[in-house]
Every structure is written in structure tokens, then in C-alpha cells.
């Protein structure tokens, strides 16, 4: 335990073509991937397709996934009732309109009735793009121009919130009251500025942080379960609801990871807590790139273009103009991808599936924690719903900086053993389960893990 990792050049011998291909695409992809999430040490596996709860790459080794797309795909990949649906769509419809269709009311219609706080629904292109949105509401709405978030959180790669998302300790500040540190090259000042830090599960700092600079906040922003894995403690969660009432500044569910992996109805159906604004992503779209914001009537319908309406009455044009928030995108609501989503609520909604897929998840973390615990590994599987992740630590973790305590260097090491035995996700990633994933999957896991456990030890 504790040793310091060495990583090989190549993770296994029999990766030779992932390897290569990896080495080819770094001569046209900075990189050699898409997104920087993709990478790392000593090169990505690629990927050849994807079947249930198995992924195969282009060396033809065989994997458990439990990446699943970053926790997208809660239905596998190529669920049978998700293809048929899309299949049928494009052969008899086209994929998509640039217009208005059926599919948007029908999808918009499915997610007020699922989540408690969604009113009205506007549709985005990826969760990053949705969280944007909300912000953007938030100031709109409050006429405030910054914004409150978490240390540790993450809500997309854009200025305003790639800020403390994974901070060096030594430049962050003290730990209740956490310094605003950039995650990228190209953050400006502006942004850092604008952006307090937040301790979270600290309700006692928080407040007091909040309520100095409650006349320039516009919103508090979270992941009600930090990275999909780190719970928000109910009374903080309680409590953050009731202060950000009373100080006038809109709360923002960042259920991007969340949304339906907990609950169908969200984080927020788990908590009881109602936020002012909604963003969702990842399942929603049934393995499709999609992002939703929903929220309460009256804040969302400021982006309603009939607020905005220039048209002459009684010789005068119409004002109204200036009170309207821009929204759009092209492929805003594409049909195709609610197809995706509104096939994959319906497979969640059947029968025992979710109760299935949370019962599943459940039987997997305490199994791996008994299997650790068996030969003397401290480890705590750290989650909520059907998604968790393995802390090698003793130690209570609630936020952030409580993760300096595991023991990064085995975990990385567990990591890349797991990945040469079959058992995929990014190493230090979080584990997400899909209703795909068997009783036989989950006991071959723990097998696999043991079988690491004894060699490494």
C-alpha cells in the first residue's frame, strides 16, 4: 500500500493496435482525443463497439464497462428497444426538422411529470450547454452578474466553471473558505472574479459566504452528489434550499450525472428539495449528445420570443423587446435524440428495472467493500443510486479535500490491473451501472478484483 505508481508504456502487450491507432490520431487530434476527459498515462484504450454491459476495442479484448459513456448509457450500449426506436424514426421520419415537433412537447411533457420542480423545459445539445443556460437565467432573472459554485464540482469546460473543479490545495485557501483557482490556461480574470467558491457539506461557512455577497450572487450551482459519488448531507442540502430563499438567490441542480441514476425524478425526488432551475444530460439522451434546463413557469417562460414580439399596435412598435433572455440552437430538441431518450425513460419505467438497476448497484459496493475490508484494505464504495466509486480511505469523505486522504497511488494500480483482466473504467473514475449489467457481471467483477487484490499485495 502506498508504493508510487510506475506506468508501463503500454498498459498490456495486447493492446499493440490501440496503441498505434492512439499514436496515429495524435498526428490530427491534439492529443489524440476528442476531450481531454478521454486521455490518460499510458495511452486511452480504443474503442471498436459496445454491446449490453461489454465494450470491445479494436485489439478485440473483451471489457465489463463501467464507464458506460461517463454514466450516459443506464441502458447498455445497443439496448434492443433504444435501437428499434431510432431505427424506425430515421427509415420513417427523416432525423431532423429545424422546426418545431411532437416529440419536444412529448419529452418536455415526461420531465414535469418526473421532476418535482420542472414547470417548463427548454432543450440544449449536452449538459455543458445547459448549465450555461441556467447561469444565464439566473442573471437574467436577478439581474445579478456572479455566481456561487462548489469546490470540487464540475459543470462543463467553459470560463465561468472550469474554476476549482480539481484545485491544487497549496493555492486554493483555507478549506472553509476556499479561493476561486482556474483549471485551464484562457480563464480570465473576469471569470475569477465573478465566481465565489464554495465549501461543500459545510453549511456553517457557506452561509456566511453566501449572505456577504448575497446583493452580487445570482445563483448557487451544485452537483447534489459531488463528481456522481459524493453525497450532499440532507440537512445541507435542507438548509441550502432555505438560505438561498431568504437571500434571493436562485439554487441550480446540476443533475447532469444525477438525473435518473439516483431516481427517475432526480437527486432532487431523493432530497425533497426543490430547486429554482434544472440541468440535465448524459441518460436523457439514450446514449445521444442532449441537455435539458426545466424550472419554474415564471423564470422560464423569460426566454419566450412572444415576450419580444415586434409588431406595430395602433402605430407603435411593441417594447416588450428588452425583456426577452436569447435561447436557441440548431439542433435544439433533435428528434432523433428524444427518440433515444424517450425510449430509454420508458426502458427504466418498466416493470422491476430500476429497483433492479439500484439493487444490482447496491450488491456490488458491498461486496467489493467486504472483499477489501477481507484483506485488511481500507475502502469505502462511495455513492448514491447506481453510481459509486472505490475510496481507499478509513476516513469520512464530504467533499473534495477530504479525497487527499485515500490512497491514490493503490487505487491507480488496482486501476490498470483491472483494465488488463477485462474490468473497464478510466483509472480513478467512478463506477455507473446499467440495467444491462447481470448478477454474472457483478460476481466476475469481485472475482477480478480479487485476483488483483492477491497480486499486487
Do not use: W
Given at each position: 500500500m502506498g508504493k508510487q505508481v510506475v506506468v508501463p508504456n503500454v498498459i498490456s502487450k495486447n493492446m499493440s493496435r490501440s496503441v498505434e491507432a492512439f499514436e496515429e490520431a495524435k498526428q490530427v487530434i491534439p492529443g489524440g482525443v476528442?476531450?481531454?476527459?478521454?486521455?490518460?498515462?499510458?495511452?486511452?484504450?480504443?474503442?471498436?463497439?459496445?454491446?449490453?454491459?461489454?465494450?470491445?476495442?479494436?485489439?478485440?479484448?473483451?471489457?465489463v464497462d463501467y464507464l458506460l459513456c461517463?454514466?450516459?448509457?443506464?441502458?447498455?450500449?445497443?439496448?434492443?428497444?433504444?435501437?428499434?426506436?431510432?431505427?424506425?424514426?430515421?427509415?420513417?421520419?427523416?432525423?431532423?426538422?429545424?422546426?418545431?415537433?411532437?416529440?419536444?412537447?412529448?419529452?418536455?411533457?415526461?420531465?414535469?411529470?418526473?421532476?418535482?420542480?420542472?414547470?417548463?423545459?427548454?432543450?440544449?445539445?449536452?449538459?455543458?450547454?445547459?448549465?450555461?443556460l441556467t447561469i444565464r437565467l439566473a442573471k437574467a432573472i436577478t439581474g445579478k452578474r456572479k455566481v456561487a459554485k462548489f469546490e470540487g464540482h464540475y459543470h462543463g469546460g467553459y470560463d465561468q466553471m472550469l474554476i476549482s473543479v480539481n484545485p491544487d490545495v497549496m493555492n486554493a485557501g483555507h478549506e472553509t473558505i476556499p479561493r476561486s483557482v482556474p483549471d485551464s490556461k484562457g480563464i480570465s480574470d473576469y471569470d475569477l472574479e465573478h465566481t465565489i467558491v464554495l465549501p461543500f457539506n459545510n453549511i456553517a461557512e457557506t452561509d456566511l459566504i453566501l449572505r456577504k455577497h448575497k446583493d452580487e450572487i445570482a445563483a448557487v450551482i451544485l452537483e447534489p452528489v459531488q463528481g456522481g459519488y459524493i453525497p450532499a448531507d440532507e440537512h445541507f442540502m435542507y438548509q441550502l434550499r432555505k438560505i438561498t430563499e431568504e437571500l434571493g438567490i436562485l439554487l441550480i441542480f446540476d443533475e447532469v450525472k444525477t438525473g435518473f441514476r439516483l431516481h427517475l425524478g432526480g437527486a432532487q425526488s431523493v432530497y425533497n428539495v426543490k430547486p429554482d432551475l434544472t440541468a440535465l444530460g448524459k441518460v436523457l439522451g439514450g446514449g445521444f449528445p442532449i441537455g435539458a434546463v426545466g424550472g419554474k413557469k415564471e423564470m422560464m417562460e423569460i426566454m419566450s420570443p412572444e415576450r419580444g414580439n415586434d409588431i406595430l399596435?395602433?402605430?407603435?412598435?411593441?417594447?416588450?423587446?428588452?425583456?426577452?433572455?436569447?435561447?436557441?440552437?440548431?439542433?435544439?430538441?433533435?428528434?432523433?435524440?428524444?427518440?433515444?431518450?424517450?425510449?430509454?425513460?420508458?426502458?427504466?419505467?418498466?416493470?422491476?428495472?430500476?429497483?433492479?438497476?439500484?439493487?444490482?448497484?447496491?450488491?456490488?459496493?458491498?461486496?467489493?467493500?467486504?472483499?477489501?475490508?477481507?484483506?485488511?484494505?481500507?475502502?469505502?464504495?462511495?455513492?448514491?443510486?447506481?453510481?459509486?466509486?472505490?475510496?481507499?480511505s478509513n476516513e469520512k469523505i464530504s467533499n473534495y479535500r477530504d479525497m487527499g486522504k485515500a490512497n491514490v497511488d493503490l487505487r491507480k494500480r488496482i486501476d490498470y490491473e483491472l483494465l488488463k483482466l477485462g474490468i473497464y473504467t478510466k483509472p480513478m473514475n467512478r463506477y455507473s451501472l446499467s440495467v444491462a449489467h447481470t448478477e454474472n457481471d457483478i460476481h466476475d467483477t469481485i472475482e477480478v478484483h480479487e485476483h488483483v487484490i492477491k497480486k499486487i499485495r
Open positions: 476528442t476531450a481531454n476527459i478521454k486521455y490518460f498515462q499510458p495511452h486511452p484504450i480504443v474503442m471498436e463497439r459496445g454491446k449490453g454491459s461489454r465494450l470491445i476495442d479494436v485489439d478485440g479484448n473483451e471489457y461517463y454514466g450516459a448509457l443506464i441502458a447498455g450500449h445497443g439496448h434492443p428497444k433504444v435501437n428499434e426506436a431510432v431505427v424506425t424514426f430515421l427509415q420513417s421520419t427523416g432525423s431532423v426538422f429545424g422546426a418545431p415537433h411532437q416529440l419536444e412537447l412529448a419529452m418536455a411533457q415526461k420531465l414535469c411529470e418526473l421532476f418535482p420542480s420542472i414547470d417548463m423545459v427548454r432543450f440544449t445539445n449536452s449538459g455543458l450547454e445547459a448549465t450555461l399596435i395602433a402605430g407603435e412598435k411593441n417594447k416588450r423587446s428588452d425583456d426577452i433572455m436569447f435561447h436557441s440552437g440548431t439542433y435544439n430538441g433533435h428528434p432523433t435524440v428524444l427518440t433515444a431518450g424517450l425510449a430509454t425513460i420508458e426502458v427504466l419505467e418498466e416493470g422491476d428495472t430500476m429497483r433492479t438497476l439500484l439493487k444490482n448497484s447496491k450488491m456490488l459496493r458491498t461486496e467489493l467493500e467486504s472483499l477489501y475490508h477481507r484483506y485488511n484494505i481500507d475502502m469505502q464504495a462511495i455513492g448514491m443510486g447506481s453510481m459509486f466509486n472505490i475510496v481507499l
